[in-house]
Each structure stands twice: as structure tokens, then as C-alpha cells.
């Protein structure tokens, strides 16, 4: 059906109309009761008209009447009729049209003695046969509504597609921007903080060199990090957690290859889900790489901590004993950390304390999954 329709559709317009006016002038040459010059006349001017029934449906439609009058059942009335029931959405209009037609066609032509019995037998005649190409053409009109009500569904669920498609990206570039700064900046911070330890107690001149050459180039690498981080961010969101992940059975071993004067304190219940477990772990993560960098020389304490249906974790660290070495930042650490917690509907709190150090806290609810 479809194949036949697409065949009709590429027939060009003025082909069609050149047709229908032709089939319906010879339906009112072999049909019409009498080929007077009164009956001929509106005939030929009903026909014709069917030219511009697109345009003008209601005004074709009722120059189309008087043929009705002068023959059973009228092509070009019923071609009429359904162009104005394809293009009208005016259910009163066709209703009417219906029974106008219906009456022209059951009203005696001449007038003459008017049998009542069989007026009404054809009035009814005409009714159904004037409601079918009015039923035909509403098919249609609803069919056409119906394709293009689809076609906008689709166009919906493909920009649907490609905003999903977008915001997958977005949250993949910020949990990359995440990882980037947890895992890879702290290691080559510490990679820096090393080198530039080295420099200072070293007395063999080519080792001296190697290591500022290292600090130099750690320095170099998280300044680039750092505007990666910046970029990868500017269109990211919260998104799932890269694989393999830390949980806080890699706690010790990062406090103790932390580059820092640090203790670990307290035990956590086994009940602690992963995602808290990640979040805890890269909570210390960052406050002990912000120890390195800002305060050198000073002391740290990473006491684990349970709160009724809370656990938690304070990373604490003394003043600095030192000058602090000029390492580029990517700003990001504690808005990642509080995103994180935000995720888990926890609480991340962080700032200076009396004595001069700083302190990180996060607290998370144990019944995260």
C-alpha cells in the first residue's frame, strides 16, 4: 500500500486535477437526465471548478451542487467532498456538506410532484453515499496527522539520544578529570616534592642537576595537568567510578608512601560500601598531597572515625617547619572531594586550624551503597 501511495505522490498535481475534471465531465455527459442549456451550464462550471478544489474546497464543493440535482450520484460532487473532509478539521462544516449534498441528490430534477416515500429512501441513499468520501477523507487527514506526529516523536528521541549521548560524555570527562588529579597528580607531586629534597641535601654536583632536572620537569607535567584538569571539567558532572578502584585497605600503604610525617588512627566497621570506601580513601589522598605541597616539614594525623550511622575520616596536619616549594595546583582537589560527598550525601569541611596547620573532615553515612 505504501509502494502504491509513493507511485501516486510523484504523479505531478496538474495531471491529477486534468483527470479528475475529464472523468467527471464524462459522468455528467453519460448520467444526467436531460442535456439542456440550463442543466449543461452550472454542470460544466461544477467540473471545471475541481481544478482548484485544493484551494477553494468549500467553494468547489458547492458549485459542485447543482449536478447532484440533475443525477443519482455525481462524480465531481463526491471528489469534492472528499478534498474538503481531507483539508477541514470542521466537523460541524461536513456534517452540513453531507446533508446538502444528500438533498440536492434526493430533490426531484425538474421539480415536479414530490413523492415523499421515495424522497426519503433517497435521501437516506445520499447520506451514505456523501459520508463515504467524507469518512475517506478524514482517514487520510488523520493518517497524515498520525505520520507526522511520529516523525516529531522520532526527531524527540534522537535529540533525546544525543543530549543523553552528551551528558555520558560530559560526566565521563569530569570522573577523567577526577582520576586525573586523585591518582596521577599526587604521584608526580610526590615525584617533584622528592626531587626537590634531594637537591637540597645532595653534595654530588651531577646528581644535583639530575634532580632539579626531575623537580623541573614534575613541575612542568602538573602545570599541564592542571589545565588538562581545567578543560576536562568545564563539561562534566558526576558519573561512576573508574576501575580498579582504592578501598580503605590501601589507606596504610598511602599514608606511608605519602612523603610526609603522617599516622593512620581508627578502625572503620566492614559494613563501610565501596563507593564510601573510595571517597574516604581519596579524601586522605588529597589532604596529604596538600600537605607536601603547602606545608613542608609538618606533622600529620589520618584518624579514621564512626558516628552513630556516620563514618568519617579528619586529616590533620601541623604548621609547615619549612617554605613551602612552588608547585602549580589545579584548584579542583577539595571541589572534587565535595562532590564526592555531595554524591554520597555526606558533608566535606576543610580549613585552617587555631594552631596554624589545617584540617580536612568528611563525613559520610554508613548506609551508603
Known amino acids: 500500500m505504501s509502494r502504491a501511495r509513493a507511485v501516486w505522490q510523484r504523479v505531478p498535481a496538474p495531471v491529477i486535477d486534468i483527470a479528475l475534471v475529464t472523468v467527471a465531465a464524462v459522468d455528467v455527459w453519460l448520467n ?39 443525477q443519482d450520484v455525481a462524480v465531481a460532487v463526491l471528489v469534492a467532498l472528499f478534498t474538503l473532509a481531507e483539508r477541514s478539521r470542521n466537523r460541524r462544516l461536513l456534517a452540513v456538506c453531507v446533508a446538502l449534498s444528500a438533498v440536492a441528490s434526493s430533490t426531484p ?26 469518512l475517506f477523507g478524514q482517514l487520510l487527514q488523520a493518517q497524515r496527522d498520525l505520520a507526522r506526529r511520529l516523525a516529531e516523536i522520532e526527531e524527540a528521541r534522537e535529540h533525546e539520544r544525543t543530549l543523553h549521548a552528551q551528558a555520558v560524555l560530559a560526566r565521563e570527562r569530569a570522573q577523567l578529570a ?28 651531577d646528581a644535583k642537576e639530575a634532580a632539579r632536572t626531575i623537580r623541573s620537569l614534575s613541575v612542568t607535567t602538573l602545570d599541564e595537568l592542571r589545565t588538562m584538569v581545567t578543560l576536562l571539567r568545564a563539561s562534566g558532572g558526576h558519573a561512576t567510578e573508574l576501575t580498579p578502584q582504592p578501598t580503605l585497605a590501601d589507606l596504610r600503604k598511602l599514608v606511608e608512601s605519602s612523603g610526609t610525617h603522617a599516622e593512620l588512627s581508627g578502625e572503620l566497621p566492614p559494613a563501610v560500601g565501596s563507593p564510601a570506601q573510595r571517597a574516604l580513601y581519596r579524601t586522605v589522598q588529597e589532604a596529604l598531597t596538600n600537605v607536601r605541597k603547602h606545608a613542608p616539614g609538618a606533622r600529620a594525623s589520618v584518624k579514621l572515625w564512626q558516628d552513630g550511622d556516620d563514618v568519617g575520616v579528619t586529616v590533620t596536619n601541623s604548621p609547615p617547619t619549612r617554605p613551602s616549594l612552588s608547585l602549580p595546583g589545579s584548584q579542583q582537589g577539595l571541589v572534587g572531594l565535595r562532590e564526592r560527598a555531595d554524591i554520597l550525601h555526606g558533608t566535606l569541611d576543610a580549613g585552617p586550624t587555631a594552631e596554624g596547620g589545617y584540617r580536612v573532615r568528611l563525613r559520610i553515612p554508613l548506609s551508603t551503597e
Open 109 to 134: 430534477w425538474p421539480l415536479a410532484e414530490v413523492d415523499r416515500t421515495m424522497t426519503l429512501v433517497f435521501f437516506v441513499y445520499g447520506l451514505a453515499t456523501a459520508a463515504a468520501p467524507v
Open 32 to 70: 444526467m437526465w436531460e442535456h439542456t442549456r440550463l442543466a449543461v451550464a452550472p454542470a460544466a462550471v461544477g467540473c471545471a471548478a475541481l481544478a482548484f478544489r485544493r484551494r477553494f474546497p468549500l467553494g468547489v464543493f458547492l458549485l459542485t451542487l447543482p449536478i447532484a440535482l440533475m
Open 178 to 205: 577526577r582520576e586525573m588529579h586523585d591518582v596521577v597528580s599526587h604521584q608526580v607531586s610526590l615525584i617533584a616534592v622528592r626531587a626537590g629534597a634531594l637537591q637540597v641535601a645532595t653534595k654530588d654536583a
